[in-house]
């Protein structure tokens, strides 16, 4: 299966392949796979949850997968989380055909997934730009900034430092 992936603002084309007990992956450092790939041989192992055991050479590495929503993830390996986010072909070509039109209505801006409010950036009433952080989310020690779908005003805000939030908790509107 091929994949794109944005790993730390980056687009990558990834390929994984099944391979006798364990899986080829491929790597570009491009998301259209012209350049060469990294290529690892991974062995996994599911062990409860969202914990997995990966082997890649004489490496082994533990992780957690914390999912978020529209294939956005937050992955601790060994004792480093890394935001990333996972489109397929279908969501990357919905995606890149959404991209010319600007969003219509409210926008409800969700937590990813569980955490703790560590910063709220607007107030209710503020007009913001596309893509303006709104409000900064902790999760697994990682600090993920929350943006505007659009340019809008915040018509609602939930959100308050301090708070924990649960995962698809509700924290604010721009309309």
Known sequence: ???????NGA???????????HFRVHIWSDAEGKSAPHTL??????????????LSGSRSYAC???????????????????????LDERKLRLRKAS???????PQRIDAPMPGKVVRVLVKKG??????????VVEAMKMENELKSPKAGV??????????????????????
């Not at 503020?126 to 409000?135: C, P, R």
């Open 41 to 54: 041989d991974i062995d996994a192992v599911h062990l409860h949850g969202h914990a997995v055991s990966l």
């Open 99 to 105: 991209g010319t039109f600007s969003l219509e209505g």
């Open 64 to 86: 957690d997968l914390e999912p978020g929503n529209d294939g956005k993830l937050g992955v601790r390996v060994n004792e480093t989380v890394v935001p990333l986010e996972i």
């Open 11 to 21: 687009e990558r084309l990834v390929e994984v392949v099944p391979h006798g007990s």
């Open 154 to 175: 915040v018509s609602e805000l939930l959100a308050v430092e301090g708070a924990a939030v649960e995962n698809g908790a509700k924290l604010a509107v721009v309309t």
């Open 126 to 135: 503020d007009t913001v730009a596309e893509g303006q952080g709104l409000i």
């Open 1 to 7: 299966m091929r994949y794109h992936t944005i790993l």
